[in-house]
């Protein structure tokens, strides 16, 4: 019990998916890209592409802070995605309109919330499979 | 390790889902059969705390990050077949609730971590274990595991730039080919397998005489 307090108190910042958050500056977005540790995805190849679109609207890598930055010609839907070479990434989407485009980060709660329900989905999958295996066996 | 969404192809992900769902069909039939009433408590421990423990990366210089799988020690505790539900079902999860991998990719994963993983830990327990002592056989098993499941994912994101360009030449999936993404995953794999290797160990000698 020890063991697994520890291993959950340490995964949440650990984590590693990578998250992302959504800002409006003007008429511009930045989009940062990180790891739930804190760690920006820093010089990494990125696209943007406006919905339905091709070639990108812009191509990149993203800066120090692991953030995208474009500015759209028109509103709609648009798509950054971001990759690194060891398989890390994200697809985006970005509803771009007149209230802009917000998207706040997870907050730790989630990331509890996250954690607690998949070990009660593993746990409880497997309780269902011992009391099934207690029946077949009476 | 998790392949997240947009990554694949569909033209590789659809033929993957249908191997993958063949595959675990056929091994939660073999697991119905196979597993002890005793073992499950045990096998739900373990795979909730390798749930925990995918979740810990360690990051490493160059701004990649990895972890560990606990693939092996299921493999050699409880069989191939069932850590291959076992970890496929944490892999799901992680996808869904996290979005740690994606959902296309899941099959990717699937098969490339749990399925590959799981028999290549077996495999090489069977072959090793009569040439080498136990606790190098099972160090190796987990080593082998974590690098066959991070050499297969470079392969299968290897190859899409090959395979799937737009008319321009540019690449419409993942855009690094095998000379970048093989060293990329499988550099990072050696610190991780031995990582593995360690806790295969461990685990498997406390807890294979309880089973």
């Known amino acids: 019990m020890i063991l697994v307090s520890f291993l959950l108190a340490f995964s949440l910042l650990y984590a590693h998916d990578l998250k992302h958050q959504i800002e409006k500056e003007g008429r511009c977005i930045v989009v940062s890209f990180f790891f739930p540790d804190g760690n920006r995805f820093s010089y990494e190849e990125y696209e943007v592409y406006k919905e339905g679109d091709n070639p990108p609207f812009q191509v990149g890598r993203t800066d120090a802070l692991g953030r995208v930055v474009f500015c759209p010609k028109e509103e709609g839907i648009w798509w950054v995605k971001t990759f690194s070479a060891d398989g890390h990434g994200a697809q985006v989407r970005v509803d771009f309109g007149e209230k802009g485009a917000e998207e706040k980060r997870d907050g730790i709660f989630e990331r509890y919330r996250g954690l607690l329900a998949g070990l009660g989905w593993l746990l409880g999958i497997f309780a269902i499979w011992e009391i099934y295996l207690r029946r077949v066996k009476r | ?211």
């Open chain 2, 1 to 211: 390790m998790h392949v997240p969404d947009g990554f694949i192809a569909p033209h590789v992900y659809i033929p993957a889902y249908l191997i993958d769902i063949g595959l675990l069909f056929y091994s939660f039939d073999r697991f119905k059969r196979s597993l002890a009433e005793g073992a499950v408590p045990y096998l739900a421990s373990l795979s909730a705390l390798y749930f925990i423990l995918m979740s810990i990366t360690l990051p490493l210089p160059g701004g990649t990050s990895v972890h560990a799988f606990g693939v092996a020690s299921i493999s050699l505790l409880f069989g191939p077949w069932t850590a291959f539900l076992s970890i496929s079902l944490i892999l799901f999860l992680q996808a869904t609730i996290f979005g740690q991998g994606g959902i296309t990719s899941f099959p990717i994963n699937s098969l490339s971590v749990a399925f590959l993983g799981s028999f290549c830990a077996h495999y090489t327990h069977i072959i090793t274990k009569s040439l080498l002592r136990d606790d190098i056989s099972l160090f190796l098993s987990g080593f082998s595991s974590t690098l066959i499941s991070a050499l297969a994912v470079a392969l299968v994101l290897g190859v899409h730039p090959y395979l799937f360009k737009d008319t321009f030449g540019k690449p419409l999936y993942f855009p690094f080919g095998f000379g970048i993404v093989i060293p990329a995953l499988l550099l990072p794999h050696i610190l991780v397998g031995i990582g593995e290797g360690m806790l295969t160990l461990i685990v498997v000698k406390a807890l294979r005489n309880k089973l």
